[in-house]
């Protein structure tokens, strides 16, 4: 305000010098003074200028700042995804962006940023589009493996308690020891059994020493096998649901009391479900 007052100030002696000495001479100064003037003024436009240009680099600063934190947090959330859904994390390196090809945009910049700022944020640009490509990949990733985890068995068929474990027992019928394929759970005539895992039923019928029988292949090397059932509400070749009732619980076959026989069975093989029965989905 001082020097707004200053140059008007001047500018205004300099007009009355000129108006009071009208020689060629004195017109020729004055003429000097009002360019220095003028220069003067534009001095401080400029001056002004780079005040504003450091304002507004300044504000795109502590926004690079912002950026670059929330890109942090992106790649901490994606490594957490990465846990989450146990992947493989070669996979999804976040700090590199993945290989795709491109055309640089050379084209309308009005604005001419500082070197390094403008790398920056180029960099920061390219960063999130790389994270973005990587976080829907993973997304989808994910929703695979939950499909894929609906096909696993898991958690027990019916409700009830292991009366009797995968392994050599004495046969409750001549007490010879035998080989017990799989786990007795107790439970009530007629309680609904469920399957442990989505697949398709590829047997349901009565089997020697299984009675009323339930066979499910889930596809991926897993089958399941639910046994000594009163009813079965499934026939083979019907696709069924994780939880799905299968079968109500009974006593037919080679069977002491009311309980399901559960087995499962990997690559051909008969494994102890005891694992799977103790998950949860
Ligand atoms: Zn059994």
Request: proline fraction near 4%.
């Given at each position: 305000?001082?020097?707004?007052?200053m140059?008007?100030?001047?500018?205004?002696?300099?007009?009355?010098?000129?108006?009071?000495f009208?020689?060629?001479?004195?017109?020729?100064?004055?003429?000097?003074?009002?360019?220095?003037?003028?220069?003067?003024?534009?001095?401080?436009?400029?001056g002004?200028?780079?005040?504003?240009?450091?304002?507004?680099?300044?504000?795109?600063?502590?926004?690079?700042?912002?950026?670059?934190?929330?890109?942090?947090?992106l790649?901490a959330?994606?490594?957490?995804?990465?846990?989450?859904?146990?992947?493989?994390?070669?996979?999804?390196?976040?700090?590199?962006?993945?290989?795709?090809?491109?055309?640089?945009?050379?084209?309308?910049?009005?604005?001419?940023?500082?070197?390094?700022?403008?790398?920056?944020?180029?960099?920061?640009?390219?960063?999130?589009?790389?994270q973005q490509a990587q976080?829907?990949?993973l997304?989808?990733?994910?929703?695979?493996?939950?499909?894929?985890?609906?096909?696993?068995?898991?958690?027990?068929?019916?409700?009830?308690?292991?009366?009797?474990?995968?392994?050599?027992?004495?046969?409750p019928?001549?007490?010879?020891?035998?080989?017990?394929?799989g786990?007795?759970?107790?439970?009530?005539?007629?309680?609904?059994?469920?399957?442990?895992?989505?697949?398709?039923?590829?047997?349901a019928?009565?089997?020697?020493?299984?009675g009323?029988?339930?066979?499910?292949?889930?596809?991926?090397?897993?089958?399941?096998?639910?046994?000594?059932?009163?009813?079965?509400?499934?026939?083979?070749?019907?696709?069924?649901?994780v939880?799905?009732?299968?079968?109500?619980?009974?006593s037919?076959?080679h069977?002491?009391?009311?309980?399901?026989?559960?087995?499962?069975?990997y690559?051909?093989?008969?494994?102890?479900?005891?694992?799977?029965?103790?998950?949860?989905?």
């Amino acid at each position: 305000m001082v020097v707004a007052v200053m140059v008007l100030g001047c500018a205004g002696v300099g007009a009355v010098l000129a108006l009071t000495f009208s020689s060629p001479r004195d017109r020729a100064l004055a003429q000097i003074h009002r360019l220095q003037q003028q220069i003067d003024r534009q001095n401080a436009q400029v001056g002004g200028v780079r005040q504003d240009a450091q304002r507004g680099l300044d504000a795109l600063a502590v926004k690079l700042g912002q950026l670059q934190a929330q890109s942090t947090r992106l790649n901490a959330l994606g490594e957490r995804l990465i846990e989450v859904g146990k992947l493989d994390a070669s996979e999804f390196d976040f700090d590199q962006p993945p290989g795709v090809g491109g055309v640089e945009d050379a084209s309308g910049n009005a604005y001419a940023l500082p070197p390094a700022l403008d790398r920056s944020i180029s960099q920061l640009a390219s960063q999130f589009d790389s994270q973005q490509a990587q976080l829907s990949a993973l997304q989808s990733l994910l929703l695979d493996a939950r499909i894929e985890s609906n096909l696993k068995p898991t958690g027990m068929p019916v409700q009830g308690y292991i009366s009797s474990y995968f392994g050599v027992r004495p046969d409750p019928f001549d007490g010879r020891s035998e080989m017990h394929t799989g786990i007795d759970i107790a439970t009530p005539y007629g309680t609904p059994v469920h399957t442990v895992a989505e697949g398709m039923v590829t047997f349901a019928g009565v089997r020697n020493g299984y009675g009323n029988v339930v066979e499910i292949d889930h596809g991926n090397g897993y089958m399941t096998r639910y046994a000594h059932n009163s009813v079965l509400d499934v026939h083979a070749g019907q696709h069924v649901q994780v939880g799905e009732v299968i079968a109500q619980a009974g006593s037919t076959g080679h069977s002491t009391g009311s309980h399901v026989h559960f087995e499962v069975w990997y690559d051909g093989r008969v494994i102890n479900p005891l694992a799977f029965v103790r998950k949860h989905r």
